[in-house]
Structure formats: structure tokens, C-alpha cells
């Protein structure tokens, strides 16, 4: 009995040693984050375990707890009517709201989910259960794109199929079978779907052909750069759950099949040290010191290296590219773009990737809405669903809804 006592009680201890991490206090409910975090952690343990004994790779083991965890059939409802199907190849599932009475053509949204370009996907409960709210509140059509993800494609594979769909969709016919108004098309997306949601919205400013198709954009902490690990946000949430920054890094480097022996080097921005020429001249459109308001920078101060590792952009050149880092696109890009919402939290390391983008669109001329989240922390918006349900979840999602309702 007593032997047992000791055990349990040691048992208890390695768990909570094991769940507690330090959490920032002005996040929203700290203690959840807390065991979501752990969760997650466990997850990409067992995943990495799986990976070494040669079973399989680590991101396909991971995406198999993460399905399993919750991947919706497509079942209608008398509100929303959910199809799967395919646009030119690429996998979607399309929600299609009921159209308000006096408007025959519906608002419509394509979405792209996050993932870190590996996971999730648009069956996956969180984001079905998103497009789902989408098409309801906002009487709109949701596509939601089913992209091929790392490691059956790498970059720039994951970008070409979300621009494949999107212009399939975006075509006269297509519009009209769904009974889509081609003046008021929007594109979204959360994390590294914010990401290809910009390449999208990049791709659609500056190719002719292309101009004016879409009304808005809406980037939910997108990821955007892949020059300066060490911006504010990055410093301040290094370790902060859901997305620590050396696991970041690792998504960078996996999109792009690259060596994770750069992931270290890389955290201290070896990769575009002032010796890698190209890097250095880039990195001048991340000058996040007079980019970013003093509230936000704090007492961070930038980390540029005179000597680095050049290996890292001849092994890697696409991290300098901006089909990978919109961030760095050039002005003339950000000039096309649409009426822009961007959501930013603050316990997240890709904070100042979605304000950069905010204050670059914004000298380019575009109207930009920049929503911070005092209390938010990575991947918040999907988290509304008991039991992994945030207050700050709830709050995100409504005025990224309401902002979309108002300006699409
Ligand atoms: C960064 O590069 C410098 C110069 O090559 C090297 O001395 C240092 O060890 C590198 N840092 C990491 C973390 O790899
Ligand atoms: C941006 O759009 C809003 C809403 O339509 C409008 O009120 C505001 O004047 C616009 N701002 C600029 C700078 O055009
Ligand atoms: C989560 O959902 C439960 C059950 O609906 C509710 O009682 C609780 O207040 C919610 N928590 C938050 C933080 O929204």
C-alpha cells in the first residue's frame, strides 16, 4: 500500500513535471495551454520515436495522432451543405451556406489551414468545424483546400496547389455553378496557410491576368519570413507552447527538404549572416527596428551575425525566396494587393512577421485592419470546442468573422 502511495506520487511528479512548462500569465487560460501543450509534445515524442525505429516519418506519424483525433466525413446540414471534390487535382471540400434571401449570389472565402506545411488538413474537426461557421454566419461559400503536405511534396509544390485551386475556382463557370459573386471573393488562412494564402494574394496582384479577382485578404498569424529567427516576438516566445521557435525552424527547413543539422545555425541567424551577400541586402526589407512600433519591440535588440554558415543559402536558396518569404516581396507586389486583415497574437514567435507585413502593406499604399491579441498565443482560432476550448479562441474567431462580413 505505502510502496504504491510512493509511486503514485512519483508518477504524479513526472507528469506534472513533464506538463509544466512556464507559460506566460497574461495568456488566456494558462493551465490549458498548458496540457495542450503537453499533449502535443507527447505527440511529436512518440512521432520522433517512430521516426528513429525507422517506421515511418516523423510528420506522417504526427498527422496520424492529429487525424485520428478528430477527421469529420463531409455530412450537410439544413444550414450548410458540405461536398468533397476536386478543383483541377487539387483535393477541397467545399461549404456552401444558405444564400440570404435577397442576395442570389453568395460572398466566398477559399481557405487554406495551417500545419507548419506537414499537418492537418480540411477534414480535420478544428477546421471543419471553422469553414462550417464561416459558411453559416456569413451566408457565404467556404472552400476549404486540401493541399498536398510535406513529406509526400516539398516547396514549392504546396504553393502550386493552392494556386491551381484557386484559379479553377475563381473561373466564370465555376463561379456561377456555385452561385458565387465574382466581386466578392476573399482569401485566408491561419499559420503556414496564411503563408500560401499571401503567396496567393501576391501571385494574384502581379500577374495581369490575375488582377483584381480577389476583394480581400485575411492572414490569421501567418508565417512569412524565413530570414531572422531572432525578430522581438521570436526572442520574447522561444519557448513559448504551441510553437516553440526551434520547431518553427524545423518546419522551414523540412518544406524545404533541407538538412536539420542547419536548424541550430539557423536559430542564431547564421544563414543570413552580413558575409552571405544576398541575405544581407534582403534582410533590409525586415528591418523590424523602425518596422515595428516600440510597444511591440520592446527592449529586443537585433541579432545579425558578421560571420555565418553560406552553406545554409547554397544548400537552401529558397529560403530567400518570396514565393517562400512574402515578406520580402517587393513593393511594387504589395502595391496590387487587396483590403487586408491581419491577426497578430502576442505569446507567439510569428507576431512580427504578420506586423511587418502589416506596416509594408501599409506604406504600399493598401488599407490594412491589424488585430492584436494581448491574450493569444499560436493557433489560437482553432481552439473553440470544448474541451480544448479558449476564451481568446472564441474572440479571435469572432472578429476575424465580423471583419470578413464587414469588408467582403
Ligand atoms: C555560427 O557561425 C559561426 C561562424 O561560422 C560559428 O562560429 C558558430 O558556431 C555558428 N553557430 C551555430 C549555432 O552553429
Ligand atoms: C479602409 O477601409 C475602411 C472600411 O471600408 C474605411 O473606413 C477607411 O477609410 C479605409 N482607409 C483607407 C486609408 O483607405
Ligand atoms: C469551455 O466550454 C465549457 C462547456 O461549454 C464552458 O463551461 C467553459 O466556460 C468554456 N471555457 C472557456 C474558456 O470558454
Not at 30 to 59: C, E, N, Y
Not at 124 to 134: F, G, I, P
Request: charged share 20%; net charge neutral; aromatic share 10%.
Amino acid at each position: 500500500m505505502r510502496s504504491s502511495c510512493v509511486l503514485l506520487a512519483a508518477l504524479l511528479a513526472l507528469a506534472a513535471y513533464y506538463v509544466y512548462i512556464p507559460v506566460p500569465v497574461s495568456v488566456s487560460e494558462p493551465w490549458k495551454l498548458m496540457l495542450l501543450d503537453a499533449t502535443f509534445r507527447i505527440g511529436q515524442q512518440v512521432s520522433h520515436l517512430i521516426h528513429s525505429l525507422g517506421l515511418s516519418h516523423h510528420l506522417i506519424a504526427l498527422n496520424f495522432f492529429i487525424i485520428s483525433f478528430g477527421k469529420k466525413s463531409a455530412r450537410s446540414s439544413l444550414k450548410v451543405k458540405v461536398t468533397d471534390t476536386d478543383f483541377d487535382g487539387v483535393e477541397v471540400r467545399v461549404f456552401e451556406g444558405s444564400p440570404k434571401p435577397d442576395e442570389p449570389l453568395q460572398r466566398s472565402v477559399i481557405y487554406i489551414h495551417g500545419g507548419g506545411w506537414a499537418l492537418a488538413g480540411a477534414k480535420v474537426s478544428y477546421y471543419d468545424e471553422l469553414c462550417t461557421a464561416m459558411a453559416e454566419e456569413l451566408n457565404a461559400v467556404i472552400v476549404s483546400i486540401d493541399y498536398r503536405l510535406v513529406p509526400q511534396v516539398y516547396f514549392p509544390e504546396q504553393t502550386y496547389d493552392v494556386i491551381r485551386a484557386t484559379k479553377y475556382f475563381l473561373q466564370p463557370e465555376v463561379l456561377h455553378k456555385y452561385k458565387v459573386d465574382p466581386g466578392r471573393v476573399g482569401i485566408s488562412g491561419d499559420s503556414a496557410g496564411g503563408n500560401l494564402a499571401t503567396v496567393v494574394g501576391q501571385q494574384f496582384s502581379y500577374v495581369e491576368s490575375l488582377k483584381n479577382k480577389l476583394k480581400v485578404q485575411a492572414l490569421i498569424y501567418p508565417v512569412l519570413q524565413a530570414l531572422d529567427f531572432n525578430t522581438p516576438s521570436y526572442q520574447q516566445n522561444m519557448n513559448t507552447p504551441i510553437l516553440p521557435r526551434h520547431v518553427m525552424v524545423r518546419y522551414w527547413v523540412e518544406y524545404f527538404k533541407g538538412n536539420s543539422d542547419f536548424v541550430e545555425p539557423m536559430i542564431v541567424n547564421n544563414h543570413t549572416s552580413l558575409d552571405v551577400e544576398r541575405a544581407a541586402a534582403l534582410r533590409a526589407r525586415l528591418n523590424w527596428p523602425s518596422l515595428l512600433p516600440a510597444s511591440i519591440r520592446k527592449h529586443y535588440k537585433p541579432v545579425v551575425q558578421t560571420t555565418g554558415d553560406a552553406r545554409i543559402i547554397q544548400e537552401m536558396p529558397q529560403l530567400l525566396d518570396a514565393a517562400s518569404s512574402p515578406l520580402i516581396a517587393d513593393q511594387e507586389v504589395l502595391q496590387g494587393l487587396p483590403k487586408t486583415y491581419i491577426l497578430t497574437c502576442e505569446h507567439d514567435v510569428l507576431r512580427d512577421d504578420g506586423v511587418m507585413y502589416a506596416k509594408r502593406l501599409e506604406s504600399a499604399g493598401v488599407n490594412v485592419t491589424w488585430d492584436h491579441f494581448e491574450d493569444g498565443f499560436h493557433g489560437c482560432m482553432i481552439f473553440t470546442s470544448w474541451p480544448i476550448n479558449f476564451s481568446v479562441g472564441i474572440r479571435t474567431r469572432n472578429n476575424y468573422i465580423k471583419w470578413l462580413d464587414q469588408n467582403l
